[in-house]
């Protein structure tokens, strides 16, 4: 099975940081990694899919990069609706998620 | 517009065995390429998947849970049903449905959207 690792677990940040959250898969999945937004008692939204492709109506704020084993997901200017946790996902092989990271306001 | 509706008890007692019941609108499971996967989320805790449906009947589990797990679908009245037996308390969890959504081109994959989830408490 494919584990997938994100780092940091939280972090603390203010309105208009830039964040950048890593996510690292335990063997090479291309770019078949995707990312989701979770508030809390909402259930996950998709913000970018195939490691660097905007969901339709995701704020250009959000971008993604990376292939192989290491991604990472960026929010270039924090917003107040941003504060939530995030997820990355493989879908290379069956699906896996990370442990997701916190977003918190500083 | 895709929509989806998890259903099912609130509560279940320690060794028993939990049927969820996915209802879903705006796609057919008969559709090639289409699918539906079921994910958990402890209190507090990280998103898990649990299992996959695809429009073929072709079916995988998270190999963890595996042995517990059965999903099944019912295209005439489009739903997805996922069970898991041997219930334990460490299995209270909220369970969501997912509609798998296919790349137009290649095999890539995302789940959107989500249903709202239902919370199952494990307890006796």
């Known amino acids: 099975d494919i584990q997938m690792t994100q780092s940091p677990s939280s972090l603390s940040a203010s309105v208009g940081d830039r964040v950048t959250i890593t996510c690292r898969a335990s063997q090479s999945i291309s770019s078949f990694l995707n990312w989701y937004q979770q508030k809390p008692g909402k259930a996950p939204k998709v913000l970018i899919y195939?490691?660097?492709s905007l969901q339709s109506g995701v704020p250009s704020r959000f971008s993604g990069s990376g292939s192989g084993t290491d991604f990472t997901l960026t929010i270039s200017s924090l917003q107040p609706e941003d504060f939530a946790t995030y997820y990355c996902?493989?879908?290379?092989?069956?699906?896996?998620f990370g442990g997701g990271t916190k977003v918190e306001i500083k | 517009q895709i929509t989806l509706k998890e259903s099912g008890p609130t509560l279940v007692k320690p060794t028993q065995t939990l049927t969820l019941t996915c209802t879903f609108s705006g796609f057919s499971l008969t559709t090639s390429g289409v699918g539906v996967g079921w994910i958990r989320q402890p209190p507090g805790k990280a998103l898990e998947w649990l299992a996959l449906?695809?429009?073929?009947?072709?079916?995988r589990y998270n190999p963890s849970l595996k042995s517990r797990l059965t999903i099944t679908k019912d295209t005439s009245k489009n739903q997805v049903v996922l069970t898991m037996t041997n219930m334990d308390p460490v299995d209270t969890a909220t369970y969501y449905c997912?509609?798998?959504?296919?790349?137009?081109?290649?095999?890539?994959?995302?789940?959107?959207?989500w249903g709202q989830g239902t919370l199952v408490t494990v307890s006796s």
């Open positions: 195939a490691a660097s």
């Open positions: 449906i695809f429009w073929d009947d072709d079916k």
């Open positions: 997912a509609h798998r959504r296919r790349a137009a081109v290649g095999n890539d994959y995302w789940f959107d959207p």
């Open positions: 996902q493989q879908s290379y092989s069956n699906p896996a």
